[in-house]
């Protein structure tokens, strides 16, 4: 984000150059335009700006950027296109018909505006721009501020080059490979489980007629990928012997389960022991998977000791076939614990539990004392995860921002960390015992935004689309205009258009942050929404008509799911600053927050009359907190992760009710205090986000829907650390 500066006329520093009619000074992280407010940049933006500096006019390739901007440390495409984002605003340029800064396509960059060094050692901001002849030395003797101003650019270009050739020599290979496309065949390839050594890589995939899922596997780099599995049935979810010579695999059909065993090269298959089966439809290619202890005598996988009783991890004991129950979730409705990973020493086993279905925790059992710890308190949905070889994190996919992203957490607990990995929705990670590599699933999908009519038969409609992620709408007080979250420009920025779609603006330039659930104020003038750019989740609030977004919060801690006062004058939210979910509020101008609950709150309305409407997080249910500390659950039917899905008006709260076949837009009266059905959504909407929206006039609404979705594989050779 562009910061202007506390003083706005500092004094020339040594370092100082000019782009244009613009002066720079890099050890001030300082841009000063020919007229106005002079900006502080981060300090990466100003470091990618003196990059392509040093050699104007050139072509400054992506990993040149990478080396000089982030020598040490592995960050992607998405973190470089957020810092040339930030450059062209600050400039005022466009990619379209660029004046500083042209996108060279598939290479990287470079700075078109001419490059100028003061021949003063002082000037001022206002100073006009150098002649170029004035800069040149065989016409005028340089001086002492211009000499080092030469200097400091001789060292930044011998920076560039001793960065870059410094990790071409090294003995490894440089941290900040780009991931590896695995696959790139028709449809989706899912489950990526690489061999102990890192080399090959096993996969589910229904093959080029998209016909059954089977067993494949492929080398990083191969044309072809080799089919181990041609039964009708579907097999999923490979896992290496720790020797590399087999992959055991799940086979379902319409009545049973089996665990399977082929030879890593093909050959006979070999079964195993039965599994837990559920129906297909339950679940599909995203069912419970199991794992291989890395001494080759045990797996651990799901199962359950009744029908009616909640699914545990299990060990099978392959020699003796015997099997030992490790973890023992509670008996409540809907849980179960399955998905268990061996830590690399085989001590431990991590595990999801499940509160419901889309929410779910990470969870480790020690397999000497059984203790059992949570490792994160997210309620969200986890799609895989996986230990990193020596067993001190934990990678996980989780929608905890939502979208699915990867994540780190120490593997005894702590704050999860953001992987800037490439990619748009990334799950399943799957790491090598040996080496740095990481494999897993990049998922695009072409999510609209559909419209659907509350008080007739006309059909749905879509509204607004794409050919990416357009998401979490949410419709302007005079229903003229829409908020949303779309990736169409490359990376997840705030747009709006009008409730058709036409005139859509992207009104943010993150560039790579993770952008998500705008709310217009009530006067329509403003937009508030979250930013996760490395970690925590912090508010913004940025003018409907655009310009800089202002940052409201600034904490190591999440605040989330942000909903506005009724005068436009406060911001209400959920944090978890104290150690649990809690209702929090800071004036939209920025300032102090203050708790608002005592009794937990995830999301939250308030109405005129002062009375705060809550939605717990991982409960289901919608309360009711009055100006008097009374609270009651005036909703029991908003399920878990519907936190999102609900609308208050004047007469009642608008709500999405589920039942285990289907989902339905339904109307709570304050007048009866009685729910009445108004429509069935069809499908229904996701869970944990806010993925509905209601007219102002309650005649109809905007829905989220997953259109299509493809998946390739992909490998990291180098996991951030």
């Known amino acids: 984000m562009v910061i202007p500066p506390a003083s706005a006329s500092p004094s020339l520093q040594d370092d100082a150059f000019f782009v244009g009619d613009w002066i720079v000074q890099p050890s001030l992280h300082s841009l000063h335009p020919p007229t106005g407010t002079p900006i502080t940049l981060e300090p990466k933006v100003m470091q990618v700006l003196v990059c392509l500096a040093a050699a104007p006019g050139k072509v ?43 996108t060279i396509p598939k290479t990287g960059y470079r700075l078109i505006a001419p490059v100028r060094y003061p021949s003063s050692g002082d000037a001022s901001p206002s100073s006009p721009p150098v002649s170029p002849t004035l800069a040149l030395p065989s016409r005028t003797p340089a001086r002492p501020g211009r000499t080092w101003g030469l200097i400091g650019l001789a060292m930044v270009l011998g920076g560039i080059a001793l960065v870059w050739n410094w990790n071409r020599s090294s003995r490894t290979p440089p941290a900040r490979t780009p991931p590896l496309a695995l696959t790139t065949a028709p449809g ?47 097999d999923t979810h490979p896992v290496w012997s720790p020797d590399g010579a087999h992959i055991a695999f799940a086979r379902y059909t319409d009545s049973e389960c089996s665990l399977v065993l082929v030879p890593a090269l093909s050959g006979p298959e070999r079964t195993l022991a039965s599994c837990f089966w559920y129906p297909a439809s339950d679940y599909g290619v995203f069912a419970p998977k199991f794992d291989w202890s890395s001494d080759g005598q045990t797996i651990a996988f799901m199962d359950r000791s009744g029908p009616q009783a909640p699914s545990h991890i299990a060990l099978l004991n392959l020699e003796t076939g015997s099997t030992r129950q490790v973890t023992f979730p509670p008996s409540r409705p809907q849980s179960r614990d399955h998905d268990p990973r061996f830590s690399s020493e085989g001590t431990h086993i991590a595990f999801l539990r499940s509160w419901g279905r889309g929410t779910e925790d990470l969870h480790s059992v020690d397999l000497s004392t059984g203790e059992e710890t949570r490792l994160t308190h997210d309620y969200r949905t986890v799609l895989g995860h996986d230990w990193t070889p020596d067993d ?88 003229e205009r829409v908020a949303f979250v779309s990736n169409r420009g490359g990376s997840y920025e705030l747009w709006v258009s009008q409730p058709d779609g036409r005139e859509a603006m992207a009104l943010t330039a993150f560039g790579g942050s993770l952008v998500t659930a705008p709310q217009w104020s009530p006067d329509g003038r403003q937009i508030a929404f979250e930013v996760r750019e490395t ?6 609030v940025i003018n409907a008509d655009g310009g800089v977004p202002r940052q ?58 002062g009375v705060l409407y809550v939605a717990r997080h991982g409960e289901p249910g919608l309360w009711r907190h009055t100006t008097q500390g009374d609270t009651t659950l005036l909703i ?59 007219s102002p006039d309650q005649q109809w609404l905007l829905q989220m829907r997953l259109d299509e979705a493809t998946a390739d594989l992909m490998l990291l050779d180098h996991l951030p650390r």
């Open 392 to 479: 001190r994190q934990l990678v996980l996919s989780s929608n905890r921002n939502g979208t699915f992203d990867l994540w780190s957490i120490p593997s005894s607990g702590g704050a999860p960390r953001w992987i800037p990995a490439a990619g748009w929705n990334l799950k399943a990670p799957s790491l090598a015992r040996e080496g740095t590599r990481m494999a897993y699933e990049n998922w695009i999908y072409d999510t609209n935004l559909w419209r659907v009519e509350l008080a007739t038969d006309v059909p749905d409609t879509q509204a607004i689309a794409s050919s990416l992620w357009d998401v979490t709408p949410d419709i302007a007080p005079d229903g």
């Open 535 to 540: 970690g925590p989740s912090n508010l913004y």
């Open 60 to 102: 400054v390739t992506r990993d040149e950027l990478h080396a000089c901007g982030w020598p040490d440390t592995f960050v992607t495409d998405k973190v470089l296109t957020r810092a040339i984002s930030e450059l062209r605003k600050a400039f005022r340029d466009t990619p379209q018909d660029p004046a500083f800064i042209a």
């Open 636 to 694: 029991p039917d908003l399920a878990v992760g519907d936190w999102g899905n609900w609308s208050l008006t004047e007469m009642g709260i608008y709500f999405v009710r589920r039942t285990p076949q289907a989902a339905e837009l339904a109307f709570y009266s304050f007048a009866t205090g009685q729910t009445t059905s108004v429509r069935a959504l069809a499908p229904a909407p996701p869970r944990n986000q806010r993925a509905i929206s209601l």
């Open 552 to 609: 409201i919060t600034r904490t190591e801690t999440d605040e989330v799911a942000v909903s506005w006062s009724p005068d436009s004058a406060w911001l209400y939210y959920g944090s978890n600053a104290t150690g649990t979910w809690q209702i929090h509020r800071a004036p939209s101008v920025g300032g102090r927050s203050e708790r608002v609950t005592e009794t937990e709150g995830y999301a939250a309305s308030l109405a005129p009359d």
């Open 188 to 234: 989706v390839e899912v489950s990526p489980a690489l061999s102990p050594a890192g080399e090959t890589v096993a996969f589910a995939w229904k093959g080029p007629e998209d016909d059954n899922w089977d067993i494949y596997v492929k080398q990083p780099g191969g044309e072809t990928a080799l089919r181990l599995t041609d039964h009708p049935g579907a």
